[in-house]
């Protein structure tokens, strides 16, 4: 996928992280397929509370498939966000989204826009497309365990 800006809102801050993710489980977690990792990315944004997004002077970076669709890519830790900030996207910066906002605001705003998310996309530029539709749903499933 290559990268193309999408000037959305500024949310969040950079450098805020709730949890250490060590050298062995960054490498395992790049190492799994696909649903794994989108499986790792739904259960740690919704304990953590936080979704992480890559921006730069000209806003929000957004993938490009070989057929022409948009996907926003996000990642569950700055860590992963930082290693995917290489190449056409070199200097971009992790920021952080709420999770709550995340769900109730910018995926029904994605979706509208016809766009797709690009879940935990890899440096070797493998992520999981998904409507966000769906991540909404999954999203909000695993939500519901931390209410109380």
Known sequence: MSPAPFPRRQVGTTGRVSWMVGNEEFESVLA???IARYEYFVKRAASHGQV?????????????????????????H???AEACAT??????????IDVDEWVTGWLPELEEDGMRVAVFQTPDDEAVGIAPARLKEDLEAELEQFEL
């Open 52 to 76: 992480w997004g890559l921006r730069g002077d000209g806003g929000w970076v957004v993938a490009v498939d070989d057929d022409g669709n948009r996907h926003f890519p996000v990642w569950a």
């Open 32 to 34: 799994l397929p696909g």
């Open 78 to 80: 700055q860590r992963f």
């Open 87 to 96: 190449g056409p996207w070199a200097g971009e910066k992790p920021v952080l």
